[in-house]
């Protein structure tokens, strides 16, 4: 019997933070060591650069499926790496849809009430303690997504647990960049941490939260405040691993005579 095949599909990036995804490739491995492990990335941008700058050929989603269809597979489990399900997801899933090899999606990281849950389990060594004086100023993508309001349900449920001088933004997007600075400028605060809602320290990490213009920090600083940046990533968190895992457990649990 052939194993049902793992595709774990991410948007891509152009920088380092391509070590994260070894880190949860390995990962991955570990949990389902009877199943092969493929990757493929959505963004066209992102496998032109790999190919122009290091030779490497990276599939889209559609090119895994079809292969994996030649081979003779009936099933495959489709791993989304998104945060929240919005734009980008379901364009997957709509490009996997296309697709005649069967499919189970694995859902993004925020999902149902349970991964909201293990969220803030996940967060908590990271998160906590604030001090009285600082704001914790999580910064995500942000979406016109209906979803958006995703990053809304992750404030309250984190200040619900830390505090109210946590916070969380956008660089698309609403919460913005201005409602969060006039929030915490009203607020007393001292000093500013930022930290990527993204699950890769990609390049808006670097340009948009600690680029030298126009960025997060360079905004705070200029209204006087001390800012520190978390360059690390979500998908260090072994905590968030084991969520995504769990969704490609569940997705494995749905095809029917394994």
Sequence with gaps: ???????????????????????????????????????????????????????????????????????????GVVQSLHLIGGHEFYRLVEEVRQCQIRTSMGLPLLSSPADYVAFMEAVADTFAPIQDDEALILVGHGTDHPSWSTYLAVQYLLQKRFGANIHVGVIEGTPARAEILET???????????????????????????????????????????????????????????????????????????
């Design 184 to 258: 915490v400028a009203r607020s007393g605060i001292k000093r500013v941490r930022l930290v990527p809602l993204m699950l890769v320290a990609g390049v808006h990490i670097q340009e948009d939260l600690a680029g030298p213009e126009d960025s997060w920090k360079t905004a705070f600083e200029e209204e006087g405040f001390p800012v520190t940046v978390d360059s690390t990533g979500l998908l260090y968190c072994s905590g968030i691993i084991e969520i995504f895992l769990k969704h490609i457990d569940a997705a494995l649990a749905v095809i029917p005579d394994q």
């Design 1 to 75: 019997m052939m194993h049902i095949p793992i595709i774990i599909t991410a948007f891509g990036t152009t920088t380092t933070a391509r070590q994260t995804y070894a880190l949860f490739d390995q990962q991955v491995r570990a949990a389902f060591p009877s199943h092969e492990i493929f990757w493929a990335y959505s963004s066209r941008l992102v496998r032109d650069f790999a190919h122009q700058r290091h030779s490497m050929i990276l599939k889209a989603p559609k090119e895994v499926l079809v292969d994996l269809q030649q081979q003779g597979h009936e099933w």
